[in-house]
């Protein structure tokens, strides 16, 4: 586990980019109330930034073709994309994120 950042940098339901250990891995930080999801910061159809989207009751939507990610899963909720993108474990310890990005939960 990686310290990203500390909690209250995070606006609920505002996607944030980070990016994190030795391999600049681009991550997607999205507070949902007292929960951080950590998602691979990468459409897995047009390979653009998820940060960049909005976040809607459904996920985060990309904001080049509109698939929707689901927050927990990282599975697409609709086209164009069909594969999912990848869905990182979370920490929150003394009121900072960590992140690990070695092994996806996904």
């Known amino acids: 586990?990686?310290?990203?950042?500390?909690?209250?940098?995070?606006?609920?339901?505002?996607?944030?980019?980070?990016e994190v250990g030795d391999e600049h891995t681009p991550v997607l930080l999205v507070r949902d109330g007292d929960t951080v999801h950590a998602l691979r910061d990468?459409?897995?159809?047009?390979?653009v930034s998820l940060s960049e989207g909005e976040v809607t009751r459904k996920g985060v939507e990309c904001w080049l073709h509109g698939s929707c990610f689901d927050l927990r899963t990282g599975r697409p909720?609709?086209?164009?994309?069909?594969?999912?993108?990848?869905?990182?474990?979370?920490?929150?310890?003394?009121g900072d994120v960590y992140v690990d990005v070695t092994a996806p939960t996904n």
């Not at 990686?2 to 606006?11: E, F, H, K, T």
């Not at 990468?42 to 390979?47: G, K, R, Y």
């Open 1 to 18: 586990m990686i310290r990203v950042c500390p909690v209250a940098d995070l606006d609920d339901r505002k996607p944030v980019a980070v």
């Open 77 to 94: 909720s609709s086209p164009p994309a069909t594969e999912p993108v990848d869905v990182f474990a979370v920490e929150l310890r003394g």
């Open 42 to 47: 990468l459409c897995t159809h047009a390979e």
